[in-house]
Protein backbone atom coordinates (compact mmCIF):
# COMPACT_ATOMS: atom_id res chain seq x y z
CA UNK A 1 0.00 0.00 0.00
CA UNK A 2 1.13 3.09 -1.30
CA UNK A 3 1.83 5.88 2.26
CA UNK A 4 0.81 9.06 1.92
CA UNK A 5 4.99 10.72 0.98
CA UNK A 6 5.26 7.91 -1.68
CA UNK A 7 1.92 9.60 -3.33
CA UNK A 8 2.27 11.11 -6.67
CA UNK A 9 -0.23 12.70 -8.36
CA UNK A 10 -1.06 14.91 -11.48
CA UNK A 11 -3.50 17.46 -9.55
CA UNK A 12 -0.95 17.73 -6.81
CA UNK A 13 -3.93 18.01 -4.52
CA UNK A 14 -4.78 15.94 -1.61
CA UNK A 15 -8.30 14.80 -0.35
CA UNK A 16 -9.18 13.01 2.80
CA UNK A 17 -11.78 10.73 2.74
CA UNK A 18 -13.54 10.19 6.08
CA UNK A 19 -14.97 6.90 6.16
CA UNK A 20 -14.43 3.48 4.52
CA UNK A 21 -17.40 1.99 3.56
CA UNK A 22 -19.12 1.78 -0.40
CA UNK A 23 -19.23 5.85 -0.68
CA UNK A 24 -16.28 6.12 0.66
CA UNK A 25 -14.33 3.43 -1.39
CA UNK A 26 -15.83 4.88 -4.70
CA UNK A 27 -15.19 8.09 -3.95
CA UNK A 28 -11.47 7.42 -3.50
CA UNK A 29 -11.31 5.36 -6.36
CA UNK A 30 -13.02 7.66 -8.71
CA UNK A 31 -10.75 11.21 -7.12
CA UNK A 32 -7.59 8.62 -7.01
CA UNK A 33 -7.71 7.93 -11.16
CA UNK A 34 -8.61 11.39 -11.56
CA UNK A 35 -4.90 12.45 -10.29
CA UNK A 36 -5.87 13.23 -7.00
CA UNK A 37 -3.90 11.66 -3.47
CA UNK A 38 -6.39 10.28 -1.21
CA UNK A 39 -6.21 9.33 2.09
CA UNK A 40 -9.12 7.02 3.39
CA UNK A 41 -9.75 7.33 7.19
CA UNK A 42 -11.59 4.40 8.58
CA UNK A 43 -12.48 4.33 12.69
CA UNK A 44 -12.83 0.36 12.26
CA UNK A 45 -9.54 -1.55 12.57
CA UNK A 46 -10.39 -3.26 9.62
CA UNK A 47 -7.24 -4.86 8.05
CA UNK A 48 -7.47 -5.73 4.37
CA UNK A 49 -8.58 -9.25 3.97
CA UNK A 50 -7.30 -12.43 1.59
CA UNK A 51 -10.72 -13.44 0.44
CA UNK A 52 -14.30 -12.54 0.35
CA UNK A 53 -15.05 -15.40 3.32
CA UNK A 54 -12.50 -13.70 5.64
CA UNK A 55 -14.46 -10.54 4.32
CA UNK A 56 -17.30 -11.84 5.92
CA UNK A 57 -15.76 -11.99 9.20
CA UNK A 58 -14.73 -8.20 9.42
CA UNK A 59 -15.76 -6.55 12.49
CA UNK A 60 -17.59 -3.31 11.44
CA UNK A 61 -18.75 -1.53 14.59
CA UNK A 62 -19.15 1.52 12.66
CA UNK A 63 -21.26 -0.01 9.86
CA UNK A 64 -23.60 -2.63 11.42
CA UNK A 65 -25.36 -3.35 8.38
CA UNK A 66 -22.69 -5.01 6.65
CA UNK A 67 -23.99 -8.06 8.26
CA UNK A 68 -27.70 -7.91 6.93
CA UNK A 69 -28.85 -8.51 2.82
CA UNK A 70 -27.92 -6.32 0.01
CA UNK A 71 -28.68 -5.46 -3.13
CA UNK A 72 -26.59 -3.90 -5.96
CA UNK A 73 -28.97 -2.76 -8.51
CA UNK A 74 -29.03 -1.95 -12.28
CA UNK A 75 -27.51 1.57 -11.80
CA UNK A 76 -24.75 0.42 -9.92
CA UNK A 77 -24.19 -2.02 -12.42
CA UNK A 78 -24.20 0.51 -15.02
CA UNK A 79 -21.79 2.93 -13.91
CA UNK A 80 -19.52 0.04 -13.04
CA UNK A 81 -19.73 -1.40 -16.68
CA UNK A 82 -19.42 2.06 -18.10
CA UNK A 83 -16.89 3.96 -15.70
CA UNK A 84 -15.24 1.08 -13.99
CA UNK A 85 -15.30 -2.08 -15.87
CA UNK A 86 -12.46 -3.26 -14.12
CA UNK A 87 -13.64 -3.33 -10.96
CA UNK A 88 -16.85 -5.43 -12.73
CA UNK A 89 -14.67 -7.61 -13.65
CA UNK A 90 -13.08 -7.73 -10.45
CA UNK A 91 -16.23 -8.49 -8.38
CA UNK A 92 -17.43 -11.77 -11.32
CA UNK A 93 -13.58 -12.77 -10.38
CA UNK A 94 -14.26 -13.12 -6.94
CA UNK A 95 -17.69 -14.64 -7.33
CA UNK A 96 -20.12 -12.55 -7.94
CA UNK A 97 -22.97 -13.47 -10.31
CA UNK A 98 -24.65 -11.17 -12.35
CA UNK A 99 -28.96 -11.61 -12.47
CA UNK A 100 -30.02 -10.68 -15.84
CA UNK A 101 -33.76 -9.91 -16.67
CA UNK A 102 -35.38 -12.13 -18.61
CA UNK A 103 -32.85 -15.18 -17.06
CA UNK A 104 -35.85 -15.96 -14.69
CA UNK A 105 -39.48 -14.54 -15.52
CA UNK A 106 -42.25 -16.34 -14.57
CA UNK A 107 -43.48 -18.82 -15.93
CA UNK A 108 -46.77 -17.39 -16.60
CA UNK A 109 -44.68 -14.95 -18.92
CA UNK A 110 -45.36 -16.94 -22.18
CA UNK A 111 -44.90 -14.06 -24.82
CA UNK A 112 -42.16 -12.67 -22.99
CA UNK A 113 -39.21 -11.70 -25.96
CA UNK A 114 -35.80 -9.54 -24.95
CA UNK A 115 -36.19 -5.52 -25.78
CA UNK A 116 -33.53 -3.02 -26.35
CA UNK A 117 -32.17 -1.39 -22.94
CA UNK A 118 -33.11 -5.09 -21.33
CA UNK A 119 -29.06 -5.29 -20.70
CA UNK A 120 -29.20 -2.27 -18.05
CA UNK A 121 -31.31 -4.70 -15.84
CA UNK A 122 -28.68 -6.23 -14.42
CA UNK A 123 -28.26 -6.81 -10.35
CA UNK A 124 -24.91 -8.22 -8.88
CA UNK A 125 -25.87 -11.06 -6.37
CA UNK A 126 -23.47 -10.40 -4.09
CA UNK A 127 -22.44 -9.84 -0.35
CA UNK A 128 -21.46 -6.62 0.89
CA UNK A 129 -18.47 -7.56 2.19
CA UNK A 130 -17.22 -9.16 -0.59
CA UNK A 131 -17.81 -5.86 -2.46
CA UNK A 132 -16.17 -3.56 -0.32
CA UNK A 133 -13.48 -5.95 -0.19
CA UNK A 134 -13.33 -6.16 -3.91
CA UNK A 135 -13.97 -2.25 -4.34
CA UNK A 136 -11.16 -1.24 -1.44
CA UNK A 137 -8.12 -3.85 -3.18
CA UNK A 138 -9.18 -2.31 -6.85
CA UNK A 139 -8.94 1.93 -5.12
CA UNK A 140 -5.58 0.57 -3.58
CA UNK A 141 -4.02 -1.07 -7.18
CA UNK A 142 -4.12 3.18 -8.25
CA UNK A 143 -1.35 3.51 -5.95
CA UNK A 144 -2.37 7.15 -4.88
CA UNK A 145 -4.56 5.93 -2.56
CA UNK A 146 -4.10 4.94 0.70
CA UNK A 147 -6.17 3.17 3.50
CA UNK A 148 -5.60 4.03 7.30
CA UNK A 149 -8.02 1.31 9.48
CA UNK A 150 -8.44 1.93 12.68
CA UNK A 151 -7.90 6.05 12.75
CA UNK A 152 -10.98 8.07 13.61
CA UNK A 153 -11.50 11.79 12.44
CA UNK A 154 -13.13 13.55 15.13
CA UNK A 155 -13.59 17.05 13.30
CA UNK A 156 -12.84 19.79 10.79
CA UNK A 157 -9.28 21.87 10.91
CA UNK A 158 -10.35 24.96 8.98
CA UNK A 159 -8.00 28.08 7.53
CA UNK A 160 -7.55 31.36 9.33
CA UNK A 161 -8.34 35.00 7.85
CA UNK A 162 -11.93 34.04 6.75
CA UNK A 163 -13.98 37.64 6.31
CA UNK A 164 -17.69 38.07 8.49
CA UNK A 165 -20.24 35.99 6.43
CA UNK A 166 -17.76 33.95 4.03
CA UNK A 167 -18.37 30.13 4.78
CA UNK A 168 -15.55 28.81 6.47
CA UNK A 169 -12.29 26.70 4.59
CA UNK A 170 -11.76 23.49 5.37
CA UNK A 171 -8.34 22.42 5.29
CA UNK A 172 -8.42 19.44 6.90
CA UNK A 173 -9.24 16.97 9.69
CA UNK A 174 -8.47 16.79 13.49
CA UNK A 175 -7.79 12.80 14.76
CA UNK A 176 -8.36 11.67 18.00
CA UNK A 177 -4.79 10.83 19.02
CA UNK A 178 -4.75 14.92 18.56
CA UNK A 179 -2.91 15.50 15.54
CA UNK A 180 -4.21 17.23 12.31
CA UNK A 181 -4.01 16.07 8.92
CA UNK A 182 -3.84 18.66 6.07
CA UNK A 183 -6.28 18.15 2.86
CA UNK A 184 -7.16 20.28 -0.37
CA UNK A 185 -10.75 18.74 0.05
CA UNK A 186 -12.05 17.08 2.67
CA UNK A 187 -15.38 14.13 1.99
CA UNK A 188 -17.50 12.91 4.75
CA UNK A 189 -18.37 8.92 3.76
CA UNK A 190 -19.01 8.39 7.64
CA UNK A 191 -22.67 6.60 6.82
CA UNK A 192 -25.98 6.60 8.84
CA UNK A 193 -23.91 7.52 11.80
CA UNK A 194 -22.26 10.60 10.63
CA UNK A 195 -21.80 13.79 13.24
CA UNK A 196 -21.32 16.33 9.83
CA UNK A 197 -24.03 18.18 11.75
CA UNK A 198 -21.91 18.82 15.20
CA UNK A 199 -18.33 18.86 13.17
CA UNK A 200 -20.04 22.02 11.24
CA UNK A 201 -21.19 23.67 14.10
CA UNK A 202 -18.29 23.29 15.79
CA UNK A 203 -16.38 25.27 12.53
CA UNK A 204 -18.72 28.15 13.09
CA UNK A 205 -21.13 26.72 10.32
CA UNK A 206 -25.03 27.67 10.00
CA UNK A 207 -26.89 24.98 11.58
CA UNK A 208 -27.64 21.93 8.45
CA UNK A 209 -31.29 21.34 7.94
CA UNK A 210 -31.96 18.27 8.22
CA UNK A 211 -35.21 16.18 6.90
CA UNK A 212 -35.58 12.69 9.51
CA UNK A 213 -38.62 10.04 9.15
CA UNK A 214 -38.91 6.47 10.91
CA UNK A 215 -38.94 3.95 8.32
CA UNK A 216 -40.89 2.30 10.74
CA UNK A 217 -39.01 -1.06 10.65
CA UNK A 218 -36.93 -3.50 12.04
CA UNK A 219 -34.63 -5.69 10.18
CA UNK A 220 -33.36 -9.45 11.09
CA UNK A 221 -31.18 -10.97 8.58
CA UNK A 222 -29.36 -15.00 8.64
CA UNK A 223 -26.73 -16.03 6.19
CA UNK A 224 -26.11 -19.32 4.55
CA UNK A 225 -24.25 -21.42 2.16
CA UNK A 226 -25.34 -24.42 0.01
CA UNK A 227 -24.10 -27.55 1.08
CA UNK A 228 -21.76 -29.18 -1.47
CA UNK A 229 -23.81 -31.01 -4.25
CA UNK A 230 -26.81 -28.39 -4.36
CA UNK A 231 -27.83 -25.41 -5.93
CA UNK A 232 -30.41 -22.36 -5.71
CA UNK A 233 -33.56 -23.11 -6.36
CA UNK A 234 -34.66 -22.44 -10.02
CA UNK A 235 -36.60 -18.40 -9.79
CA UNK A 236 -39.03 -17.51 -11.69
CA UNK A 237 -40.16 -14.14 -10.41
CA UNK A 238 -39.84 -11.81 -7.85
CA UNK A 239 -37.78 -13.24 -4.44
CA UNK A 240 -39.83 -11.63 -1.84
CA UNK A 241 -42.96 -9.90 -0.95
CA UNK A 242 -45.63 -7.81 1.21
CA UNK A 243 -47.80 -9.55 4.04
CA UNK A 244 -48.58 -6.07 4.85
CA UNK A 245 -47.78 -6.97 8.69
CA UNK A 246 -44.69 -8.84 7.66
CA UNK A 247 -42.14 -7.94 4.18
CA UNK A 248 -39.37 -10.83 3.38
CA UNK A 249 -36.71 -11.43 0.70
CA UNK A 250 -34.14 -13.72 -0.68
CA UNK A 251 -31.21 -12.08 -1.50
CA UNK A 252 -28.82 -14.38 -3.49
CA UNK A 253 -24.67 -13.34 -2.63
CA UNK A 254 -21.71 -14.64 -4.01
CA UNK A 255 -19.61 -17.79 -3.55
CA UNK A 256 -22.77 -19.60 -3.38
CA UNK A 257 -23.89 -17.85 -0.19
CA UNK A 258 -27.68 -16.22 0.03
CA UNK A 259 -29.64 -14.47 2.89
CA UNK A 260 -32.68 -14.24 4.16
CA UNK A 261 -34.31 -11.05 5.43
CA UNK A 262 -37.11 -10.38 6.98
CA UNK A 263 -39.05 -6.96 7.91
CA UNK A 264 -41.48 -6.61 11.09
CA UNK A 265 -43.11 -3.13 11.90
CA UNK A 266 -41.55 -1.47 14.53
CA UNK A 267 -44.00 -1.36 17.01
CA UNK A 268 -44.28 -5.41 16.83
CA UNK A 269 -42.50 -6.57 19.74
CA UNK A 270 -44.14 -10.00 19.62
CA UNK A 271 -43.06 -10.87 16.08
CA UNK A 272 -40.00 -9.17 16.16
CA UNK A 273 -39.04 -11.18 19.36
CA UNK A 274 -39.85 -14.62 18.04
CA UNK A 275 -38.06 -13.73 14.77
CA UNK A 276 -34.91 -13.36 16.43
CA UNK A 277 -35.13 -16.51 17.47
CA UNK A 278 -32.81 -18.42 14.99
CA UNK A 279 -34.86 -21.73 14.84
CA UNK A 280 -37.82 -19.96 14.89
CA UNK A 281 -36.56 -17.46 11.52
CA UNK A 282 -36.09 -20.53 9.86
CA UNK A 283 -39.62 -22.13 11.01
CA UNK A 284 -41.16 -18.67 9.56
CA UNK A 285 -39.05 -18.57 6.16
CA UNK A 286 -40.64 -21.67 5.56
CA UNK A 287 -44.07 -20.63 5.67
CA UNK A 288 -43.52 -17.87 2.60
CA UNK A 289 -43.78 -19.27 -0.78
CA UNK A 290 -40.32 -17.90 -2.07
CA UNK A 291 -38.20 -18.29 1.30
CA UNK A 292 -39.17 -22.16 1.75
CA UNK A 293 -37.23 -23.73 -0.74
CA UNK A 294 -33.97 -22.10 0.14
CA UNK A 295 -34.43 -23.67 3.78
CA UNK A 296 -34.99 -26.83 2.89
CA UNK A 297 -31.99 -28.96 3.68
CA UNK A 298 -29.79 -27.50 0.70
CA UNK A 299 -28.21 -24.58 3.02
CA UNK A 300 -26.25 -24.53 6.12
CA UNK A 301 -26.80 -21.35 8.16
CA UNK A 302 -23.42 -19.12 8.70
CA UNK A 303 -24.35 -16.49 10.87
CA UNK A 304 -27.48 -16.14 13.98
CA UNK A 305 -30.75 -14.29 12.99
CA UNK A 306 -28.38 -10.63 12.84
CA UNK A 307 -31.55 -7.64 14.22
CA UNK A 308 -30.96 -4.26 13.16
CA UNK A 309 -33.40 -1.34 14.51
CA UNK A 310 -33.54 2.58 14.62
CA UNK A 311 -33.39 2.77 10.78
CA UNK A 312 -34.23 6.30 9.68
CA UNK A 313 -34.26 8.27 6.76
CA UNK A 314 -32.41 11.79 6.65
CA UNK A 315 -31.79 14.20 4.18
CA UNK A 316 -29.53 16.51 5.09
CA UNK A 317 -29.04 20.02 3.02
CA UNK A 318 -25.48 21.11 2.68
CA UNK A 319 -26.18 24.09 0.69
CA UNK A 320 -28.52 26.68 1.88
CA UNK A 321 -29.77 30.01 0.05
CA UNK A 322 -27.47 28.65 -2.82
CA UNK A 323 -24.57 29.06 -0.60
CA UNK A 324 -22.80 26.12 0.56
CA UNK A 325 -22.10 25.83 4.32
CA UNK A 326 -18.36 25.46 4.03
CA UNK A 327 -16.13 24.93 1.41
CA UNK A 328 -13.48 22.43 0.97
CA UNK A 329 -16.13 19.88 2.29
CA UNK A 330 -18.41 17.56 0.60
CA UNK A 331 -20.69 15.25 2.30
CA UNK A 332 -21.35 11.72 0.29
CA UNK A 333 -23.85 8.63 0.65
CA UNK A 334 -25.54 8.23 3.89
CA UNK A 335 -24.05 11.17 5.26
CA UNK A 336 -25.69 13.06 3.01
CA UNK A 337 -29.01 10.61 2.07
CA UNK A 338 -29.96 7.53 3.29
CA UNK A 339 -33.45 5.92 3.12
CA UNK A 340 -34.95 2.57 4.16
CA UNK A 341 -32.87 -0.51 3.33
CA UNK A 342 -35.97 -2.02 2.71
CA UNK A 343 -35.57 -0.90 -0.63
CA UNK A 344 -31.69 -2.31 -1.62
CA UNK A 345 -31.23 1.33 -2.95
CA UNK A 346 -28.17 1.92 -0.37
CA UNK A 347 -24.78 0.44 -2.15
CA UNK A 348 -26.28 1.82 -5.72
CA UNK A 349 -27.16 5.25 -4.31
CA UNK A 350 -23.69 5.23 -2.34
CA UNK A 351 -21.84 4.31 -5.01
CA UNK A 352 -23.90 7.22 -7.57
CA UNK A 353 -23.54 10.06 -5.24
CA UNK A 354 -19.40 9.28 -5.20
CA UNK A 355 -20.14 9.29 -9.18
CA UNK A 356 -21.20 12.73 -9.04
CA UNK A 357 -19.32 14.33 -6.74
CA UNK A 358 -16.37 12.97 -8.46
CA UNK A 359 -18.10 14.52 -11.66
CA UNK A 360 -18.48 17.85 -9.51
CA UNK A 361 -14.92 17.88 -8.23
CA UNK A 362 -13.40 17.29 -12.00
CA UNK A 363 -15.39 19.89 -13.37
CA UNK A 364 -14.50 22.38 -10.97
CA UNK A 365 -11.18 21.37 -10.26
CA UNK A 366 -9.96 25.13 -9.09
CA UNK A 367 -13.45 26.19 -7.24
CA UNK A 368 -14.55 25.15 -4.31
CA UNK A 369 -18.42 27.12 -4.47
CA UNK A 370 -18.87 25.60 -7.94
CA UNK A 371 -18.05 21.95 -6.92
CA UNK A 372 -20.84 22.34 -4.14
CA UNK A 373 -23.37 23.61 -6.14
CA UNK A 374 -23.07 21.44 -8.84
CA UNK A 375 -23.22 18.43 -6.83
CA UNK A 376 -25.75 19.54 -4.57
CA UNK A 377 -28.07 19.91 -8.02
CA UNK A 378 -27.48 16.75 -9.50
CA UNK A 379 -28.02 14.99 -5.80
CA UNK A 380 -31.38 16.78 -6.12
CA UNK A 381 -32.32 15.97 -9.57
CA UNK A 382 -31.16 12.23 -9.35
CA UNK A 383 -31.33 11.13 -6.03
CA UNK A 384 -33.40 13.11 -3.59
CA UNK A 385 -36.79 11.33 -5.72
CA UNK A 386 -35.77 8.12 -4.36
CA UNK A 387 -35.23 9.86 -0.60
CA UNK A 388 -38.82 11.80 -1.25
CA UNK A 389 -40.58 8.19 -2.74
CA UNK A 390 -39.13 5.85 0.43
CA UNK A 391 -40.71 8.64 2.90
CA UNK A 392 -43.85 8.06 1.45
CA UNK A 393 -43.56 4.22 0.64
CA UNK A 394 -42.65 4.17 4.42
CA UNK A 395 -45.74 6.29 5.79
CA UNK A 396 -48.46 4.15 4.00
CA UNK A 397 -46.58 1.20 5.26
CA UNK A 398 -47.06 2.32 8.82
CA UNK A 399 -50.67 3.00 8.04
CA UNK A 400 -51.11 -0.29 6.96
CA UNK A 401 -49.32 -2.64 10.03
CA UNK A 402 -50.25 0.29 12.62
CA UNK A 403 -53.99 -1.34 11.73
CA UNK A 404 -53.11 -4.90 11.02
CA UNK A 405 -51.32 -5.23 14.30
CA UNK A 406 -54.42 -3.45 16.33
CA UNK A 407 -56.63 -6.75 14.25
CA UNK A 408 -58.33 -4.15 11.89
CA UNK A 409 -58.79 -4.18 8.36
CA UNK A 410 -56.25 -1.47 6.63
CA UNK A 411 -58.99 -0.64 4.01
CA UNK A 412 -62.25 -0.66 5.61
CA UNK A 413 -62.52 3.11 4.19
CA UNK A 414 -63.60 2.49 0.68
CA UNK A 415 -63.43 6.04 0.00
CA UNK A 416 -59.93 6.29 1.48
CA UNK A 417 -57.61 7.01 -2.09
CA UNK A 418 -54.53 5.09 -0.08
CA UNK A 419 -56.77 1.97 0.38
CA UNK A 420 -58.18 2.29 -3.23
CA UNK A 421 -54.70 2.49 -4.71
CA UNK A 422 -53.16 -0.25 -2.32
CA UNK A 423 -56.16 -2.56 -3.60
CA UNK A 424 -55.55 -1.84 -7.72
CA UNK A 425 -51.22 -2.51 -6.27
CA UNK A 426 -52.33 -5.69 -4.77
CA UNK A 427 -55.49 -6.84 -7.38
CA UNK A 428 -53.39 -5.07 -10.23
CA UNK A 429 -50.00 -4.79 -10.08
CA UNK A 430 -48.97 -7.90 -8.34
CA UNK A 431 -50.86 -10.30 -11.00
CA UNK A 432 -49.65 -7.83 -13.88
CA UNK A 433 -46.11 -8.58 -12.99
CA UNK A 434 -46.91 -12.20 -13.83
CA UNK A 435 -48.60 -11.90 -16.88
CA UNK A 436 -47.24 -8.87 -18.51
CA UNK A 437 -43.66 -8.48 -19.87
CA UNK A 438 -44.56 -4.64 -20.72
CA UNK A 439 -45.64 -3.85 -17.05
CA UNK A 440 -42.83 -6.00 -15.28
CA UNK A 441 -40.14 -4.42 -17.22
CA UNK A 442 -41.40 -0.88 -16.49
CA UNK A 443 -41.49 -1.90 -12.45
CA UNK A 444 -38.13 -3.60 -12.99
CA UNK A 445 -36.57 -0.81 -14.69
CA UNK A 446 -38.35 1.34 -11.35
CA UNK A 447 -36.43 -1.10 -8.86
CA UNK A 448 -33.08 -0.77 -10.46
CA UNK A 449 -33.35 2.80 -10.33
CA UNK A 450 -33.23 3.10 -13.95
CA UNK A 451 -36.56 5.53 -14.15
CA UNK A 452 -37.68 8.02 -11.86
CA UNK A 453 -39.81 6.74 -8.90
CA UNK A 454 -43.30 7.79 -10.36
CA UNK A 455 -42.40 6.82 -14.14
CA UNK A 456 -44.59 3.82 -13.52
CA UNK A 457 -47.59 5.66 -12.41
CA UNK A 458 -46.63 8.29 -14.89
CA UNK A 459 -46.42 5.40 -17.95
CA UNK A 460 -50.51 6.06 -19.19
CA UNK A 461 -49.80 2.31 -21.64
CA UNK A 462 -48.40 0.55 -18.41
CA UNK A 463 -52.03 2.00 -15.62
CA UNK A 464 -53.95 0.95 -18.44
CA UNK A 465 -52.95 -2.68 -18.39
CA UNK A 466 -52.72 -2.25 -14.84
CA UNK A 467 -56.43 -1.38 -14.17
CA UNK A 468 -57.19 -3.96 -16.86
CA UNK A 469 -56.18 -6.57 -14.93
CA UNK A 470 -57.22 -4.99 -11.78
CA UNK A 471 -61.21 -4.36 -13.56
CA UNK A 472 -60.78 -8.31 -14.36
CA UNK A 473 -60.55 -9.06 -10.75
CA UNK A 474 -64.04 -11.21 -10.00
CA UNK A 475 -63.09 -13.29 -13.07
CA UNK A 476 -59.89 -15.36 -12.46
CA UNK A 477 -58.41 -16.87 -9.74
CA UNK A 478 -57.61 -15.78 -6.38
CA UNK A 479 -53.94 -15.02 -6.09
CA UNK A 480 -50.58 -17.54 -5.03
CA UNK A 481 -50.37 -16.94 -1.41
CA UNK A 482 -47.49 -15.39 -0.24
CA UNK A 483 -47.35 -16.77 3.25
CA UNK A 484 -49.63 -16.76 6.43
CA UNK A 485 -52.40 -14.58 5.51
CA UNK A 486 -52.80 -12.83 8.44
CA UNK A 487 -50.51 -11.39 11.59
CA UNK A 488 -52.84 -13.96 13.69
CA UNK A 489 -52.10 -17.14 11.50
CA UNK A 490 -48.75 -16.18 11.44
CA UNK A 491 -48.41 -15.74 15.43
CA UNK A 492 -50.47 -18.87 16.02
CA UNK A 493 -47.90 -20.63 14.29
CA UNK A 494 -44.88 -19.24 15.67
CA UNK A 495 -46.26 -19.41 19.21
CA UNK A 496 -46.82 -23.45 18.36
CA UNK A 497 -43.21 -23.64 17.27
CA UNK A 498 -41.81 -21.96 20.12
CA UNK A 499 -43.77 -23.62 22.45
Not at 306 to 321: P, T
Not at 331 to 347: A, E, I, K, Q
Request: aromatic share 8%; hydrophobic share 40%.
Amino acid sequence: MATSRAMQTRSGKRVIVVGGGVSGLSTALKLGRAGFAVSVLERDPVEMPSSADEAFEWDRRGAPQVRHSHAFLGRLYGLLRDSEPDLLAALLDAGATEMRFGDNVPDTLEDFRPEPGDEDLVMLACRRTTFEWVLRRTALAEGNVEFRAGVAAEGFTVAPGRGDGEPPLVNGVRLADGSNLAADLVVVAAGRRSVLPEWLDAIGCAPMPEAVEDTGIIYLSRFYRLRYGHNLPPRNGLIGGDLGYLKYGVFVGDNRTFSLTLATPSDDDHLRRLLSDDETFEHAARTLDVAEPYVDGRAEALTDVHVIAGLLNRRREFVVDGRPLALGVHPVGDSMVCTNPLYGRGCTTGYWSAHLLSRSITEFPDDLEAQSLRFHALVADEIVPWYDSGVAQDAEARRVATALIAGEDPDADASDPRAFMRGVFRDGLAPALRFDPVVLRAFMRTVNLLTPPDALLKDQDVMARIFAIWNDRENRPPEPQLGPKTRAEMLDLMDAFAA
